[in-house]
């Protein structure tokens, strides 16, 4: 998944429109994908707290392997 430096969300390329809607998203991809793993690839000019916002959904949709990566500027 990736956050872009205007704080927009995509997951597998495609836009998400809400912290809601992504929550949902990879819930339901965990409950297909026990072990699923998520990269979060991250703009180097995204905000802290909404990378911080982003992993705490991560977690919580229980995803078990996280990933944090930063995209180029």
């Not at 704080?7 to 339901?28: M, N, W, Y």
């Not at 793993?37 to 949709?61: F, K, M, P, T, Y």
Request: aromatic share 2%.
């Amino acid at each position: 998944m990736a956050l872009d430096r205007d704080d927009r969300l995509f997951l597998d390329g495609r836009g998400i429109a809400s912290a809601e809607a992504l929550k949902s998203e990879l819930e339901a991809l965990v409950q297909r994908r026990a072990d699923l793993g998520v990269v979060l690839n991250a703009d180097s000019g995204a905000r802290h707290g909404r990378v911080v916002q982003v992993l705490d959904i991560l977690r919580g949709s229980g995803a078990k392997k996280i990933y944090v990566g930063t995209v180029q500027k």
